[in-house]
């Protein structure tokens, strides 16, 4: 591996660490067990669609260690930990009628940049 991909690799570590930390300590204020605006949803379904998105993803992108990427892959990789840890994903942040986390901010700021990046 090049100098430059474990450094990649760290620093995103660091970001998944953190996310991690985060909602250990939260886990009290409550978990979201539905996907996005509540809509309900068989957990085994979503847990299975959750990881096989992911895995496409992580395969798309593994050669590509660009910033947008590793932001959604980290994002989702923690999300995933929580469905199958907790049962559900630890929402900290609450802003209005929105609850999301430090993985929920990733992903959304992942796929923005990288939409930006394809447009450009």
């Given at each position: 591996?090049?100098?430059?991909?474990?450094?990649?690799?760290?620093?995103?570590?660091?970001?998944?660490?953190?996310?991690?930390?985060?909602?250990?300590q939260f886990l009290a204020v409550g978990l979201n067990r539905v996907i996005s605006f509540s809509l309900p949803y068989p957990s085994y379904l979503l847990n299975g669609?959750?990881?096989?998105?992911?895995?496409?993803?992580?395969?798309?992108?593994?050669?590509?260690?660009?910033?947008?990427?590793?932001?959604?892959?980290?994002?989702?990789?923690?999300?995933?930990?929580?469905?199958?840890?907790?049962?559900?994903?630890?929402?900290?942040?609450?802003?209005?009628?929105?609850?999301?986390?430090?993985?929920?901010?990733?992903?959304?700021?992942?796929?923005?940049?990288?939409?930006?990046?394809?447009?450009?």
């Amino acid at each position: 591996m090049r100098k430059e991909d474990w450094r990649w690799l760290g620093g995103w570590g660091v970001v998944f660490v953190v996310d991690r930390f985060l909602k250990s300590q939260f886990l009290a204020v409550g978990l979201n067990r539905v996907i996005s605006f509540s809509l309900p949803y068989p957990s085994y379904l979503l847990n299975g669609s959750l990881l096989i998105v992911w895995l496409i993803i992580f395969l798309l992108f593994y050669h590509r260690p660009e910033a947008a990427e590793g932001a959604i892959l980290v994002g989702g990789l923690s999300n995933i930990l929580d469905r199958f840890i907790w049962g559900g994903v630890v929402d900290y942040i609450r802003l209005g009628f929105i609850n999301l986390n430090l993985a929920d901010l990733l992903i959304s700021g992942g796929v923005l940049w990288w939409l930006v990046k394809k447009v450009s």
